[in-house]
């Protein structure tokens, strides 16, 4: 039996617009009111989470001019060492006119994000895979085999 790697799955559910079938939050409703996201997060930062949405419209602009917004996830995948990078520059504004702090979080959020999808989180809604190769619009039995090699077997 042929498994499809992680990263073959992801681009296939991303280019196919399916659902991941992991859910990000969970189901038991006192489990889920547990989980203040917006006065546990967005309350405590707001002019933060702004910052950080500038910075992701903008790599978007820059990495995937007149595409919707997405995080282009085989795009610069070196996030802790940037991360740094913009650490040490933090409370300066890049040559871009962006805040090297903000560009830090961003990447922080893509450092944790990682780690949290490699320990079984659903991949992020905004997220997009490089396909090394198109599938087609219907593909065959043996082409759903074919594409799902990417990378090798799990």
Same mark, same amino acid.
């Given at each position: ?20 079938? #992991?859910?990000?939050?969970?189901? +038991?409703?006192?489990? /889920? ?5 917006? %006065?546990?997060?967005? !309350? ?30 085989? #795009?610069?995948?070196?996030?802790? +060492?940037?991360?740094? /990078? ?5 409370? %300066?504004?890049?040559? !871009? ?30 997220? #997009? ?26």
């Amino acid at each position: 039996m042929i498994r499809p790697n992680r990263q073959a799955k992801q681009v296939f559910h991303q280019e196919n617009k399916k659902p991941s079938p #992991k859910l990000l939050l969970p189901t +038991d409703a006192k489990e /889920r009111k547990g989980l203040p996201v917006a %006065t546990g997060f967005l !309350d405590y930062f707001s002019a933060a989470i702004i910052e950080v949405c500038k910075i992701s419209k903008a790599g978007n602009d820059q990495h995937n001019p007149g595409q919707p917004l997405h995080w282009s996830r085989g #795009k610069s995948t070196d996030h802790a +060492d940037t991360m740094i /990078r913009h650490f040490m520059e933090r409370g %300066t504004i890049d040559t !871009d006119g962006m805040r090297h702090s903000a560009k830090m979080v961003w990447r922080a959020c893509a450092l944790l994000q990682q780690e949290l999808e490699d320990a079984g989180a659903p991949v992020s809604r905004g997220s #997009k895979y490089p396909a090394s190769k198109p599938l087609p619009e219907f593909p065959t039995f043996d082409a759903l085999v074919d594409y799902f090699k990417i990378g090798g077997t799990e």
